[in-house]
């Protein structure tokens, strides 16, 4: 009985694993390019204007979260965004600043 029980425990632990494997790989990211409008690091969010004239505003999910400490109001930053079926933008997942062109490291 305990070997038939541990076998089942096997088999299921093993179909949620290739259950969630396959939704992280059908996950779909992009990357979008824009200013910093504000950060809520409370809430967990950033508002960007796209290099379309755009406001949106996403929540922070990941390492992003973190980053939020790291960009003000007026950085240029490129985002990493998690998004849904429809190619919609649904969190950021990683935000990195982008120089300015013709800047160079000292």
């Known amino acids: 009985m ?3 029980v541990s076998l089942l425990a096997v088999v ?3 179909g949620l694993l290739v259950a969630t494997g396959t939704a992280l790989a059908q996950m779909k990211s992009s990357t979008v390019t824009g200013v910093v409008v504000s950060v809520d690091t409370k809430g967990k969010a950033l508002t960007f204007k796209t290099d379309d ?10 390492g992003a979260i973190k980053a939020l ?5 007026g950085e240029r930053v490129e985002l990493t965004c ?14 990195a600043k982008v120089k300015p062109k013709g800047e160079t490291k000292p």
């Open 69 to 73: 400490d790291d960009v003000k109001a």
């Open 2 to 4: 305990k070997r038939m």
């Open 82 to 95: 998690r998004d849904d079926d429809t190619g919609a933008h649904q969190a950021i997942t990683a935000i």
């Open 53 to 62: 004239g755009v406001n949106v505003t996403l929540p922070a999910e990941g």
């Open 12 to 14: 299921l632990v093993a």
